[in-house]
């Protein structure tokens, strides 16, 4: 690779940084992350080229070179004090299963935030369409020693997704929209650390239909510049259509609220066998931030050696995060970390984050 190509790359990253601001705020949970965009500083909007586009941008159906299925993507994820209590109780491995085991890790761990979290993505896709089921177990818990309690979010969302692109003007333009129903169990209180936390007496079930959709244009420049914007769960997505299929607890969740993001990318190719993605991107541009500007920032970069070996690195919110990916015939495997902010403004809590996803495709 030509210095001057890397001197350019260098000189893209710096100025992404630079936007880098030092702010607090609580924690954000989006409706899905991809492994890849957690290593690039949770900015995927732009980037994405896989089964992960029926989530994070339909418009990145248009961006697939053929058709593949990718029949198992499990993906495990944790934070540094739940991966460093599992050595001691293998058990705790699967606290994100269960908020009965999720608060005996809390209580083990007082004061200090318990995450961990499992997903899988099973989807068909080729170009301009997808299909696939989705699964997620995700929870979050901290015991408070000085009122002897427990807060909690657990989410359990299983559903389906249909994706498609239109592609105009030789694929300058592309419009994507996913449609999904999802059922989820859901719990977000506040317990005291004796509770019987129960699924059937604590949760709210229900199931709901929602809809994603996105423009993307792309230039045909040097770096192939490309721009997107995404509505999230347009109007909203509601829990209501059904009581769920698990407990029918009778109380549903509430709404996934609508929510705007928009990016930017750029792709340079410096040899046949190597090649770079650049992108920021601004998440839930709607809604103010008074005392987190920076909150919905994003941004990152990828190195893409012969589509075999990856680097990648950026910044979440104001957190570092980087990534590997290896992918060796029909495998492929992906590592990642980033800091999410958990902290209330003005003060600021980093939760340290560890993912590990492997893959099969044919």
Known sequence: MRMRSWAKVGLTIG????????????EYYPFF?????????????????????LFINPAGLGKIRGPYFSIFNAQAEMNQTTQGAIP?????????????????LAVKNPNQHIHSEAQTLPAFVTTNFGIGVYGRYSVD???????NSVQMNYFNDYGAEL???????????????????????????????????????????????????????????????SITAVVHDVGGTNFTLGNGIFYKTGVNPPNQAQEINAGFGLFPIFTPRSRASITAEW????????????RSFHAGVELNFNDVFFIRG????????????????????????YGEEIGTAPQEVEDRRYVVQYGFRF
């Open 88 to 104: 001691n109780n293998s058990g705790d491995a699967t606290a994100f299963m269960s908020p009965t085991e999720a608060l005996d």
């Open 163 to 225: 994706g498609y692109c239109l592609r105009l003007f030789s694929g300058r333009l592309k419009i994507g929209a996913t449609g999904k129903i999802i059922n989820r169990v859901y719990v977000n209180q506040t317990f005291p650390v004796t509770a019987n936390l129960s699924l059937p007496n604590i949760a709210q079930e229900g199931t709901g239909a929602g809809l994603d959709a996105s423009v993307m244009l792309s230039a045909p420049w040097l770096w192939l510049p």
């Open 15 to 26: 100025f992404l940084i630079c936007f880098y601001l030092p702010v607090a705020a609580n």
């Open 283 to 294: 998440d839930d541009i709607m809604t103010a931030q008074p005392l987190d500007v920076w």
């Open 314 to 337: 950026g910044v979440n919110e104001h957190y570092w995060t980087a990534g590997l990916e290896f992918v060796v015939g029909h495998n492929q495997l992906q590592l990642a970390s």
């Open 33 to 53: 992350r991809g492994i890849r965009a957690e290593g690039m500083g949770n900015a995927g909007i732009a980037v994405v080229d896989d089964e992960t586009s």
């Open 141 to 147: 818990a901290q015991v408070t020693s000085a009122t």
